[in-house]
């Protein structure tokens, strides 16, 4: 049976694209793959959704989307020019493989945590996405990221965790060696949203937003040298490395959201900024 319809619209599919590839092509920077940040440029006044659903766009046209470290969906990407103009591009991050890690020492109180801990971790937890859901008009993110110590890095993205030979969720962090009192700096302009001192499993923590749902999270920091509400210039030092709450030794773990997507920091490290 020949469907007529079907053969319609792959034509008028097939026209469409050639259509939008004549346009301006799409300003994208960073990595379409699982983890990714993906920073994008396009004319001010452009409305921008993927798979349908707005994105912030900056009145400069600076907008952000990232993956997940599981991401396998296909994102259709449609921005709408403001003399109508349309653009779309079909973007499917690319698979990733994990390493593996096993962590001993760990104590028995934070392996096998008592019903007051379950409770404060779980208010912890809560603090921390309620900062995460924030969408600020800042657009720090668009200027790229430095590494916010010098250390060695002892802890990857999206690592498997075994701790004390028990399979616990994966690492979302990037760790970095250090000693207690390592000055760390700000990768990225932006405001302070939380710090807490001493939460359960992540101690002295510390939430940037770089704008449009972007943050960086600092954990097992020993001290706070800002307070929330104080904006901070990239590079600016701003805590101090510890080893608060479950570390096994003084460490910097660095972590990227894309609001409550978990991106790869090591990834944003190599944006470079679209001018
Ligand atoms: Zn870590």
Redesign the pocket.
């Known amino acids: 049976m020949f469907n007529f319809t079907l053969l319609t619209k792959a034509l008028i599919l097939t026209s469409l694209t050639i259509m939008a590839s004549t346009h301006a092509e799409i300003l994208l920077t960073g990595e379409i793959k699982q983890g990714g940040l993906v920073v994008g440029k396009t004319q001010s006044g452009s409305t921008v959704t993927l798979n349908n659903e707005s994105l912030t766009v900056s009145k400069h046209g600076d907008y952000v989307f990232g993956f997940g470290r599981d991401d396998n969906k296909q994102y259709k990407l449609v921005i709408t020019q403001p003399n109508g103009e349309i653009e779309q591009r079909i973007i499917t991050p690319k698979k990733r493989s994990y390493k593996e890690q096993r962590i001993e020492g760990i104590a028995k109180n934070i392996m096998q945590p008592n019903p007051k801990a379950v409770a404060r971790s779980k208010k912890d937890s809560s603090q921390i996405k309620a900062a995460r859901k924030i969408s600020s008009d800042l657009t720090s993110f668009s200027n790229g990221f430095i590494a916010p110590i010098e250390g060695i890095i002892t ?1 990857v993205y999206g690592s498997r965790r075994i701790y004390n030979g028990v399979k616990k969720r994966p ?1 979302f ?1 990037l ?1 970095y060696a250090g000693k207690t009192g390592d000055p760390v700096k700000a990768p990225a302009s932006g405001e302070i949203l939380l710090f807490v001192p001493d939460m359960f499993y992540s101690g002295g923590t510390m939430i940037i937003d770089h704008g449009q749902g972007v943050t960086s999270t600092f ?1 097992h920091l020993s001290k706070a040298y800002v307070k929330v509400g104080d904006k901070v210039d990239q590079g600016q030092v701003i805590a101090a490395v510890g080893q608060s709450g479950r570390a096994t030794g003084p460490h910097l ?1 660095w972590r990227i959201n894309w609001f409550n997507t978990k991106i790869d920091p090591a990834f944003v490290l190599k944006i470079m900024p679209i001018h």
């Open positions: 802890g690492h962090g760790d954990l773990d």
